[in-house]
């Protein structure tokens, strides 16, 4: 159980275009849902929180207008990577709360997605 | 200021061996420890998890120490395998003052068992 669907898993798109990552929670209702980056062979940064039906919040030193968080169900969450850079190139994970967490599942990742902006 | 430190960076072992990284931690706050094992290209997978109330852990090859006075937990995998080579990462949860949750990580650990 609580299997996170990310999609897709991989995008090349061209500078200055937007870009929308899905974050699907399949079999839970995620009331909490996280949106990270990850540099190559570094760890993971949180970029933003988001909670069902309210506005995300941003981790200090992310732009809220370029990473744009939609959480409008307990289901999914979308990043929209707006004007894209080749500096936006980058893993991005999603992660999910389980509305009623056991310690074994209590945040459940997504397979990530790796953007490439040419 | 980087609030859980992971080590080692690299750790090669062998095949049948015993692999353990530790992590370090400042902030008595946290409530939640777990471990994830990450594969390349892929996202993370939780391992296993403990709650500071808790000594140890085991859930078949894997075993979480947690000492909570020295505000330091490891991971050890004991009878390494080829198929574990990968990324390990240990992380903390924290409440920030606004409320919200949050996983800290630590930097990871690229964990290589020979055959």
């Known amino acids: 159980g609580a299997v996170v669907s990310q999609h897709p898993s991989r995008v090349i798109c061209k500078s200055g275009t937007s870009v929308k990552i899905e974050c699907r929670s399949l079999?839970?209702?995620?009331?909490?849902m996280f949106w990270y980056r990850q540099f190559p062979k570094k760890s993971l940064m949180l970029m933003a929180t988001?909670?069902?039906?309210?506005?995300?919040?941003?981790e200090q030193g992310v732009e809220k207008d370029k990473f744009l968080i939609n959480h409008a169900s307990l289901t999914l969450s979308t990043l929209t990577v707006t004007s894209a850079h080749p500096e936006d190139s980058s893993f991005y994970i999603c992660?999910?709360?389980?509305?009623?967490?056991?310690?074994?599942?209590?945040?459940?990742f997504g397979s990530g997605t790796r953007l490439t902006v040419v | 200021q980087q609030q859980v430190k992971q080590s080692p960076q690299s750790l090669i072992v062998q095949k049948g061996g015993i692999s353990i990284i530790n992590c370090a931690y400042e902030?008595?706050?946290?409530?939640?420890f777990p471990w994830y094992q990450q594969f390349p290209g892929k996202g993370p997978a939780l391992l296993i998890a403990?709650?500071?109330?808790?000594s140890e852990k085991k859930e078949g090859r894997f075993t979480i120490s947690f000492n909570k006075s020295a505000k330091q937990f490891s991971l050890h995998i004991m009878d390494s395998q080829p198929g574990d080579s990968a990324t390990y990462f240990c992380?903390?949860?924290?409440?920030?003052?606004?409320?919200?949750?949050?996983?800290?990580f630590g930097k990871g650990t690229k964990l290589t068992v020979n055959p």
């Open positions: 992380a903390a949860r924290e409440f920030t003052q606004g409320g919200s949750e949050k996983l800290v």
């Open positions: 992660s999910a709360r389980v509305a009623r967490p056991t310690w074994d599942y209590g945040y459940t």
């Open positions: 988001s909670n069902e039906g309210s506005k995300a919040t941003y």
């Open positions: 902030n008595t706050a946290f409530d939640y």
């Open positions: 403990i709650r500071p109330d808790v």
């Open positions: 079999d839970f209702q995620a009331t909490t």
